[in-house]
């Protein structure tokens, strides 16, 4: 009997594993086609004479959308689970990325920003439901592959503007239109597998849902706190995602390809720092994770607008290690908050941060048409000194009140 316990048990874990790196291969796919337009950002500044400003106002558009309407979806799917919403979820951004790749000008290029940035909402909150689902109770690991899955393919964005779009031209964007068929066939079978979970789920008794026993007043501070420090990751994240082409090229001369290469290098930094995140997170703690990433990387933001060339990347490098760490640990700590809300919850902690680093980069944008791109890196270099705001965020001890009686 216990033989065959384990058996089952083993398969389960199989399966569930299957799952998750499905889903973090569609996030993959999913963020590689969201990030073609920033990383076309250098051609299309000059094919249609666009401002700062303007490429700011781009990523506004593409994320803005996001952060409206991803707690929305989630909330919804909290209602009544939507299994297909992730399939539907890629079919939207290959609409987006049909129209990036016929745009010949600035409103079509924003009107596609706009369309793939919906797409991106219906994504996350339901992406991040079913990492849950199939966590196995390693909450942390499982965003954290999640997250990574989003984060390589942001960081390969850069690599395909060097090899394939700077070389071929905005319409060689029609070619990754055979990465959004690929993500199409892997969510469709995530939402088959999301379909047969529920209708397990629902044969089996509810588990108990332990609520934190925090004040009203408490609850509200906490996520004040959270948004500030998603404030101080991702607008100098996302900065760096819109701008850190332009300030190397504006310091050091590089040519647009060289600066993605570098690009490039910082993003697999950010994806790196994701992953160590989660894990590092379920072994000493959501809130240690919080700290060292968020504070910790503000000696390195401070330092970087005044090396050279070589200690600029190093130091960009080490910048996306820590400050990416953070952010699958502050997804699960939220959701530790409001436990019962998944959706509704990563719905509002990615919409908020991609509405906040959108608004920063827009800010950022219209910052170096002023001033420069080089000074507005040493501003924002300030932002990690946020993180001292950790403080005031409820203890594990808080959070899990169960724990005490067992």
Known sequence: ??????????????????????VSGAHLLNDLMQFLLPALYPMLKDNYNLSYLQIGLLTLGQQITACVLQPVFGLSGDLKPKPYWLALSMAVVAAGVALLAAANGFWLLFAASVIMGTGSALFHPEASRVSRMASGGRLGFAQSLFQVGGNAGTALGPLAAALILLPLGQSSIFYFLIVAALGLALLTYVGRWFVEHQRQTASRPKAAIFKPALSRQRLIIAFIVIGALLLSKFIYIEGLK?????????KFALTAQEAQLYLFAFLGAVAAGTFIGGPVGDRYGRLAVIWVSILGALPFTLALPYLDLFWTAVMSIIIGLILSSAFSAMVVYAQELVPGKVGMISGFIFGFAFGIGAIGAALMGAMADWIGMIPVFQICAVLP??????????RTAELHPERKLA
Not at 243 to 250: D, G, T, V
């Open 385 to 394: 000194a946020l993180g001292i705001l950790t403080i005031f965020l409820p």
């Open 1 to 22: 009997m216990t033989s065959v316990s384990t058996v089952s048990a083993s398969n389960t874990q199989r399966a569930t594993l299957t799952i998750l790196l499905a």
């Open 242 to 250: 819109s701008y850190y082409a332009f300030f190397l090229i504006e």
